[in-house]
């Protein structure tokens, strides 16, 4: 039995390698996940329902005036105080809308805003807007946000009475 | 979202390869006709070629570790009871709910590509959940103290397995459909936002169902799960800490409630307080498995070196104090992050998922699947009280594995809805580049 130590010792130990080799293998795709979270995509106005080429995501350039924050944009869709199609570039940072004077997005006179109505922030990759205990609330999609809402491309944003179109 | 895992599938049979050739040589272990052991291989990479070839946007990772967990089950078990009369074929028959399980995936991916139709039926689902449960009160049979088995035919199976994901299903169809009203605060009691006292229905519904499985089925792990996993998923879909706080009193209420009617609630906290009070009696069994784990140490007595056979229901309950004393610490640890690893690919899933119900259904599935993990293994390691509940995957149990396979095939497709979704949305960004 003597002769068969070794090579069940080096079982055993390749059996602990490869169990970790597979957490190796499995983590790392999900880190390259996070990674993955488009981070160096720039909007460019007027092109938007293209048909889609076939061609893999990776091999698509870097370009565009900022290589490393997304241009999202708030384009105002239907509103009773700001005229349609009014574009809003959305930063990083935390972003204000309402209808203080303060705000980054100023709803003036809108009677169906608060001061503070709702705030966008970004946070890895993906673009939160979260209500900020305002009146009448804050919509994405017709269905109220409840606590952080990520947003995704095309969604609808109703604050007060402006509609905004979130595209990045 | 699109995945390939084709390099962790690999490694996951080569470590069943590995696992199931060391046992053969270091206990003289009768090979297993090797026709198994191809069969089984088979089936995953077959499973695995399929859902990426019929769901190209899902997470295939799912799959991997899939197939690493029920791999490494397959081994301990055909470690654990090759030798024990009245028990040899238990590794064949596992082999055989693996494959059930497959097919049960496969069945599952393939008539609800399109789930939410799934929501539409809620309610019918929230009573087939209820009746499978009463299903057992009225014609189950006992085993080891818990009255929670169905004979139907020549086949035993765990009704709760199967209803637990019938009720997951319910409650996010449900929560999607009334998370506004349910969100919607009247007032504040000390700083937290309460909603008004009717909404607490649901929670007082869950309450009063678990609270009925641990009465008449003596069935603790999953009255457990029944009452965590709705309860977390109310407060996922509303934010409202309200629900837990209350949950969490309902539970300490319910749980001293029942440790002062009911002798078996005593006897778990009393073994799990002080298991040297009954060595040989109530507290074996854990003590076995801590013994084992020690045992193990960190590399872990090699495969087929423990005297982990030594637990009660070894293969069952306590696989995971078997891994822990074969494989050690490290081969244990492996074990759970792979357990993580599956987790967090289903919170992944949810976030990613479109709307409120394709979220809450991942999230819900995924929370159980974690929930179970954590008691189970927090109960063979004297953490927690032990509750009778099998380790996702890697335990010995039908019910069990098939249930969990369907599980992982609704993940599968919230997976691909998502992936493809965002695959639709990726492409037109490209052609802005060009045109750029």
Same mark, same amino acid.
């Given at each position: 039995?003597l ?20 957490? &190796?293998?499995?983590v ?8 993955a979270?488009?981070?160096d ?7 938007e329902?293209?048909?889609?080429p076939?061609r ?19 384009v105002?869709?239907?509103s ?31 009677? &169906? ?25 804050t &919509? ?25 179109? &979130?595209?990045? | ?62 799959l ?21 009369s ?17 097919? #049960?995936l496969?069945?599952? #991916? ?14 019918l ?14 014609f ?10 169905? !004979? ?7 009704? =709760? ?17 009334t ?18 006292? !009717? ?8 309450? #009063?169902?678990s ?6 089925? !003596?069935?603790?792990? =999953?009255?457990?799960?029944?009452? $965590? ?17 209350l ?7 319910g ?15 009393? @073994? ?29 007595t ?14 069952t ?16 640890t492996?074990?759970l992050?792979?357990?993580l ?8 899933? =949810? ?8 979220k ?21 390691? !004297? ?6 509940? @099998? ?9 069990s ?16 809805? $998502? ?6 949305? $990726? ?10």
């Amino acid at each position: 039995m003597l002769d068969l130590q070794v090579p069940l010792l080096a079982a055993k130990a390749l059996l602990l390698l490869l169990l970790f080799a597979f957490i &190796y293998a499995v983590v790392r795709r999900g880190v390259g996940d996070l990674r993955a979270v488009p981070d160096d995509e720039v909007f460019v106005p007027g092109v938007e329902n293209k048909p889609p080429p076939r061609r893999r995501a990776q091999e698509r350039p870097a370009f565009g005036q900022n290589g490393r924050e997304k241009d999202s944009v708030l384009v105002v869709e239907d509103s009773e105080v700001l005229a349609p199609e009014t574009r809003f570039p959305v930063a990083g940072g935390v972003m204000v809308i309402g209808r203080s004077s303060s705000s980054d997005i100023v709803l003036k006179n809108d009677d &169906y805003a608060s001061g503070e109505h709702a705030r966008l922030t970004r946070h890895a990759g993906l673009m939160y807007v979260e209500d900020a205990q305002s009146t009448n609330g804050t &919509y994405v999609n017709g269905r109220k946000a409840v606590g952080a809402t990520p947003l995704k491309s095309g969604d609808r944003v109703k604050v007060g009475s402006t509609t905004f179109r &979130y595209s990045e | 979202m699109t995945q390939r895992a084709t390099i962790p599938m690999a490694i996951a049979l080569l470590i069943t390869t590995l696992g199931f050739a060391t046992l053969i040589f270091v206990q003289e272990a009768k090979s297993p006709p090797l026709i198994y052991g191809a069969y089984y291989a088979g089936t995953m990479v077959a499973l695995y070629l399929g859902v990426r070839l019929w769901l190209p946007h899902a997470d295939a990772l799912l799959l991997a570790v899939v197939t690493l967990l029920t791999g490494v089950g397959l081994v301990m078990i055909y470690r654990l009871t090759y030798d024990v009369s009245g028990r040899e074929n238990l590794a064949t028959t596992q082999a055989g709910w693996i494959l059930v399980g497959t097919a #049960a995936l496969v069945l599952t #991916a393939l008539l609800f590509k399109n789930y939410h139709r799934l929501f539409n039926y809620k309610y019918l689902l929230a009573a087939v959940a209820v009746g499978l449960i009463a299903s057992t009160i009225f014609f189950g049979y006992e085993v080891n103290g818990a009255q929670l088995w169905l !004979k139907v035919g020549p086949v035993n199976f765990q009704p =709760s397995e199967f209803a637990r994901i019938a009720l997951i299903i319910f409650f996010a169809g449900y929560l999607a459909d009334t998370r506004d009203l349910l969100a919607a605060t009247s007032r504040t009691i000390l700083g937290v936002q309460v909603p008004a006292l !009717k909404y607490f229905g649901p929670v007082a519904f869950v309450w #009063a169902a678990s609270l009925g499985l641990l009465v008449f089925e !003596k069935d603790l792990g =999953s009255s457990l799960l029944f009452f $965590a996993v709705p309860l977390l998923m109310l407060y996922v879909a509303t934010g409202r800490i309200a629900y837990v706080i209350l949950g969490a009193l309902l539970f300490a209420a319910g749980s001293l409630t029942t440790y002062y009617l009911f002798d078996h609630v005593q006897v778990r906290v009393q @073994t799990w307080l002080d298991p040297w009070s009954d060595p040989n009696g109530t507290g074996y069994q854990v003590l076995q498995s801590l013994f084992s784990i020690a045992d193990g140490g960190i590399t872990g007595t090699g495969l087929g070196e423990g005297f982990s056979q030594a637990i009660p229901e070894v293969q069952t309950d306590f696989i995971f104090s078997a891994v822990a004393s074969e494989l050690g610490l490290l081969g244990s640890t492996a074990l759970l992050l792979a357990f993580l690893v599956f987790v967090y690919r289903g919170i992944k899933i =949810s976030l990613l998922a479109a709307d409120d119900a394709s979220k809450l259904l991942a999230f819900g599935l995924t929370s159980m699947f974690a929930i179970q993990t954590l008691i189970i293994v927090g109960g063979v390691t !004297k953490a927690i009280p032990l509750t009778g509940i @099998t380790l996702p995957f890697v335990s010995y149990g039908g019910s069990s594995v098939v249930g969990n396979f369907i599980l992982t095939g609704l993940l599968l497709v919230v997976s691909e809805n $998502a992936g493809r979704r965002a695959a639709e949305e $990726a492409t037109p960004e490209f052609v802005e580049g060009e045109a750029a």
